[in-house]
Antibody, heavy 118, light 108 residues
């Protein structure tokens, strides 16, 4: 069955960096686009970034553009999110999600919490 | 960005009631709309895609309709396990996917 397992969350100071990973299994990872979606504590869902199945296209929310980088290693079935210049408003649970079709998420990980605080 | 306005933000209903949530897009998004369910402490789950298609394994009491700017999500007979927050999401603009603010459904 499809499994997505995020890791790499934690507490980081403002201006710091963190790299999230999402280990995928149970499907042909290299055939599907992947996304990161976040949820601030007690708030709604916010799409963060997308990467095409082969890594050739990447899109970002305006709120993270220029600071976050999405990437993937299809040989390791792993998705990444490099987060730099972190701000307090980046505090959230970060989910990786698999695409069912363009723009539609059919499987989600359990999430990893990122807290930006001094 | 396309703004998605969901209403109500919360509702309380009895077991067996019909529950309806609406989602309005700030511009025409055709049928490029999904509905997700999120239970407390859990990841969201896809229920409806392309505005009206039921995801595999999702109970038939859940349904969706609409196109253009106005969409509706319905639970035909509310069950205790349906307590959750529901989100609509547009994918007409693939460069900027957006969610509605969510509707928290509680049992009266």
């Amino acid at each position: 069955q499809v499994q997505l397992v995020e890791s790499g969350g934690g507490v980081v100071q403002p201006g710091g960096s963190l790299r999230l990973s999402c280990a995928a299994s149970g499907f042909t990872f290299s055939s599907y686009g992947m996304h990161w979606v976040r949820q601030a504590p007690g708030k709604g869902l916010e799409w963060v970034a997308f990467i095409r199945y082969d890594g050739s296209n990447k899109y970002y929310a305006d709120s993270v553009k220029g600071r976050f980088t999405i990437s993937r290693d299809n040989s390791k079935n792993t998705l990444y999110l490099q987060m730099n210049s972190l701000r307090a408003e980046d505090t959230a649970v970060y989910y990786c999600a698999k695409e069912k079709q363009l723009g539609t998420f059919d499987y989600w990980g359990q999430g990893t919490l990122v807290t930006v605080s001094s | 960005d396309i703004q998605m306005t969901q209403s109500p933000s919360s509702l309380s209903a009895s077991v067996g009631d019909r529950v309806t949530i609406t989602c309005q897009a700030s511009q025409d998004i055709s049928n490029y709309l999904n509905w997700y369910q999120q239970k407390p402490g859990k990841a969201p789950k896809l229920l409806i895609y392309d505005a009206s298609n039921l995801e595999t394994g999702v109970p038939s009491r859940f349904s969706g309709s609409g196109s253009g700017t106005d969409f509706t999500f319905t639970i035909s007979s509310l069950q205790p396990e349906d307590i959750a927050t529901y989100y609509c999401q547009q994918y007409d603009n693939l460069l900027s996917l957006t969610f509605g603010g969510g509707t928290k459904v509680e049992i009266k």
